[in-house]
């Protein structure tokens, strides 16, 4: 099994460049960036077009609490954020994660971090939002546009990653372990077997009933994929669907990821 984000958080102080001011909320301009996410379609610096690391976006979450969660393809970082005077603020306290990140990608976490912590201005015409920090401007959209959230009924979600605390892992292979919910009913497969069971919902939570199983014998990494699986499909979970991912998590924090199999 190989750990794919295996980090834990870091809390440590940074000095907001220059601003000493607590972060506000509950503006009325704070309230058109809050609750929305950004994904980056363009980057230009010193009016030229930078070219980011490849299968990598900026990723801009204005989270309900009044914090900022941003990535650039590696480690995301995260703070408290005010969005007065059409400035981002960060606040001194910044969380980020501690994943080994080499080349490109290890330079783009420190050039993103740089930008923000430099108090850019910012703009919103509609779904599009501009930052800008002296010569550089990231452009991006409202990830509602470019992903616009999957029905949870009807599609095939693939396992992508386990999640126990703060690290998520991968098994070869895990893409063959899927599930369908349609109403009350779940289908799926752990990989190995295949199996059936009754699910109930409420706002944000999934109860699955025991499931039912075939008796095909599983070895090896198969039947450790299995019995994760068939842990996290147990009881009380929440569920989350955001763009083309699912994430379901138990009360301790555990759980599964799952990816929409085109």
């Known amino acids: 099994m190989i750990a794919l984000a295996g980090a834990s958080l870091l809390l440590f102080s940074v000095a907001a460049c220059g ?9 009325a301009t704070e309230a058109t960036l809050i609750g929305k996410t950004f994904l980056s379609n363009a980057v230009t610096e010193n009016g030229k077009p930078k070219q980011l690391a490849p299968g990598t976006r900026v990723r801009l979450q204005f989270t309900d609490d009044g914090k900022l969660v941003a990535d650039a393809g590696c480690n995301s970082m995260q ?14 306290q910044i969380t980020q994660t501690l994943m080994g990140c080499l080349g490109q990608l290890q330079s783009q976490d420190g050039w993103l971090s740089g ?62 372990a899927w599930l369908t919910l ?62 083309s991912t699912l994430k379901l998590r138990s009360s301790s924090g555990d759980g599964l990821d799952f990816t929409a199999q085109r």
């Open 19 to 27: 601003h000493d001011a607590a972060p506000g909320a509950g503006t």
């Open 79 to 92: 703070a408290k954020v005010s969005t007065n005077d059409s400035k981002l603020t960060l606040d001194k």
């Open 115 to 176: 930008v923000l912590r430099a108090t850019p201005s910012w703009k919103l015409d509609g779904s599009k939002l501009d930052l800008t920090a002296g010569s550089t401007t990231i452009s991006l959209t409202d990830k509602k546009v470019v992903e616009p959230d999957l029905s949870i009924d009807g599609t095939k979600w693939a396992l992508s990653s386990v999640i126990t605390g703060q690290a998520a892992s991968h098994t070869a292979g895990s893409e063959k």
């Open 182 to 243: 349609s109403g009350e009913r779940v289908t799926g497969s752990t990989g190995c077997n295949d199996f059936q069971g009754t699910v109930a919902r409420s706002t944000g939570k999934l109860t699955f009933g025991e499931l039912a199983t075939t008796r095909r014998a599983c070895a090896g990494e198969p039947a450790k994929l299995e019995s994760q699986l068939l842990k996290g499909l147990k009881g009380d979970v929440t569920y989350q669907v955001d763009g």
